[in-house]
C-alpha cells in the first residue's frame, strides 16, 4: 500500500524574523511513516519543520507554511492508498506579510488573521475519492464528541483522537494514548505507550481497513 503521510506543525511568516507556529514535535507522524515502512508499505511523508531525521526510504517532501503543505498534499495523491493527515496546521495566518521587520519603536503591532485552507476537509470534499482519509483531533476536552463531529464535517474516514492536556502524553512527547473512531461503531482505545508502539498498532489497523 502506499501512504501519504504529514507531520509536524506549520509554520506562518509575520515579518522576515517572526513567524507563528505551535508544539507539534513531528513525533507521532515520523513514527507512523517508520511504522507503514517497516510494514513494507510506500510512504510520502510530507513534513513541516521538525528536529527529527527523515525515515530511511520515505520520499520526503518538506514544506513550511500551511498553503505550502495543502499544494504538497495535493500534488502527491496520485496512487495513494491512505492519507494520514497527522499535521498540525496552523488554523490562521497573517493576513499579510510585513517585508520589513516589524520595529518595536512602532508600538505593540495589531496582526490580522485570516484562516488557512483546511487540507483535511478539502480531501474529505474530493468528489472521488479512491483512498482511505484518517484525520487527527488533538483536543483538550470532549474527546468523542470532538472526534465525531470532525468525522463528519471534514468526512473523513476514520479520526483518531488524543487528549492533548494529560500530562506527560501528546504534543513534544515521546508517549501517547490514542482512541480511533469509525462511523457508527464504538471507539477503539490504544492505551497509553511509545509513539513507535502506538504507530505498529495504528498501521495495522489501518491497512487492514482496505
Ligand atoms: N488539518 C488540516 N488542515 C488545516 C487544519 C487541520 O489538514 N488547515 C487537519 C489536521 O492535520 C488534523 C485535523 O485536521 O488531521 C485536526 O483538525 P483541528 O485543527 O483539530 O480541527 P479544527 O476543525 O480546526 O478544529 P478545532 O480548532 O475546533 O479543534
Redesign the pocket.
Known amino acids: 500500500m502506499k501512504f501519504l503521510i504529514?507531520a509536524g506543525p506549520t509554520r506562518e511568516p509575520i515579518d522576515p524574523v517572526r513567524y507563528i507556529s505551535n508544539r507539534s514535535s513531528g513525533k507521532m507522524g515520523y513514527a507512523i511513516a517508520q511504522a507503514a515502512l517497516d510494514a513494507g508499505h510506500e510512504v510520502v511523508l510530507i513534513s513541516g519543520p521538525v528536529a527529527l531525521p527523515a525515515p530511511p526510504r520515505a520520499q520526503m517532501v518538506r514544506v513550511t507554511t500551511?498553503d505550502e503543505m495543502y499544494d504538497a498534499v495535493h500534488a502527491n495523491l496520485v496512487g495513494i492508498d491512505i492519507a494520514v493527515?497527522?499535521?498540525?496546521?496552523a488554523?490562521f495566518k497573517p493576513a499579510a506579510f510585513s517585508p520589513h521587520k516589524i520595529k518595536k519603536k512602532l508600538g505593540a503591532p495589531i496582526i490580522e488573521w485570516v484562516p488557512?485552507?483546511?487540507?483535511?476537509a478539502s480531501l474529505g470534499a474530493l468528489p472521488e475519492k479512491y483512498f482511505r482519509l484518517v484525520?487527527?483531533?488533538?483536543?483538550t476536552e470532549d474527546l468523542e464528541k470532538?472526534a465525531r463531529e470532525?468525522l463528519k464535517?471534514?468526512q473523513c474516514d476514520v479520526v483518531i483522537a488524543n487528549d492533548v492536556s494529560a500530562p506527560g502524553l501528546g504534543f513534544e512527547s515521546d508517549e501517547n494514548e490514542l482512541t480511533i473512531y469509525l462511523p457508527y461503531q464504538s471507539g477503539i482505545v490504544l492505551p497509553r505507550a511509545s509513539k513507535g508502539d502506538l504507530a505498529k498498532a495504528l498501521v495495522k489497523i489501518l491497512s487492514a481497513m482496505q
Do not use: P, Q
Open positions: 504529514t500551511a493527515l497527522c499535521a498540525a496546521v488554523d488557512t485552507r483546511d487540507i483535511l484525520g487527527f483531533a488533538a483536543e470532538n470532525k464535517k471534514k
